[in-house]
């Protein structure tokens, strides 16, 4: 049995997407505030963190250029 089928997985997977759909709308400040979150509270590593954050500033200067 492939733990794909497994209730738990289903439901964390269309959670997981729920949320990902959400995070698409987001404007770029906000995506660095759910990227702090997540640093600050070990889900990515900071090392992880710095990397997106940096991204995000880059991508945001492009736009409003």
Do not use: H, P, R
């Amino acid at each position: 049995m492939s733990f794909k089928t497994l209730l738990a997985y289903l439901k964390g997977f269309e959670l997981s997407m729920q949320i990902f759909e959400i995070s698409k709308t987001l404007e770029n400040s906000e995506t660095q505030v759910w990227l702090q979150f997540a640093g600050s509270s070990g889900y990515i590593s900071v090392e992880v963190e710095t990397d997106l954050s940096n991204k995000c500033e880059e991508i945001g200067k492009l736009i409003i250029i």
